[in-house]
C-alpha cells in the first residue's frame, strides 16, 4: 500500500487547509486512515482517523471541533478539513493506514506517506 499525502502549505491564523491522502497498491478489509502530526522537537500526535467501512470518526482533543476526516470511497483517498488553524497546528503532517485496533496509537498502522507540510503563519 502506498499512500500520497498532499494539500500542506502556508496559511494564516483563522484559515483553513484540507489534506488529502491517496491510497494505492493492495487495498483491504475494514482498515483504519489516520493523520498524525509532528512540530520541530515533538512527538508525532494523533489527529484524526476515520474507519474506512463504517466511517467512524477519531480526533485527538487539541484538533476537536476545528479539524474533520472524511473519505472518498470511489477514489480510495481521505481527507482532513481544518479550519480555524492556529499557529500550533505548524506540523508535518503524515497520512497512515492499518488494520488498526487502537486509533490513537501510532505503532498499529503499517503505512505511513511522505509527510505534508503546514505552516501557520500569524
Known amino acids: 500500500v502506498q499512500l500520497q499525502a498532499s494539500g500542506g502549505g502556508l496559511v494564516q491564523a483563522g484559515g483553513s487547509l484540507r489534506l488529502s491522502c491517496a491510497a494505492s497498491g493492495r487495498t483491504f478489509g475494514n482498515h483504519v486512515m489516520g493523520w498524525f502530526r509532528q512540530a520541530p522537537g515533538k512527538e508525532r500526535e494523533f489527529v484524526a482517523a476515520?474507519?474506512?467501512?463504517?466511517?467512524?470518526?477519531y480526533y485527538g482533543d487539541s484538533v476537536k471541533g476545528r479539524f474533520t476526516i472524511s473519505r472518498d470511497n470511489a477514489k480510495n483517498t481521505a481527507y482532513l478539513q481544518m479550519n480555524s488553524l492556529k499557529l500550533e497546528d505548524t506540523a508535518v503532517y503524515y497520512c497512515?493506514?492499518?488494520?488498526?485496533?487502537?486509533?490513537?496509537?501510532?505503532?498499529?498502522?503499517?503505512?505511513w506517506g511522505q509527510g505534508t507540510l503546514v505552516t501557520v503563519s500569524s
Open positions: 476515520i474507519r474506512w467501512y463504517v466511517g467512524s470518526t
Open positions: 497512515a493506514a492499518g488494520q488498526v485496533s487502537y486509533v490513537y496509537i501510532r505503532g498499529q498502522y503499517d503505512y
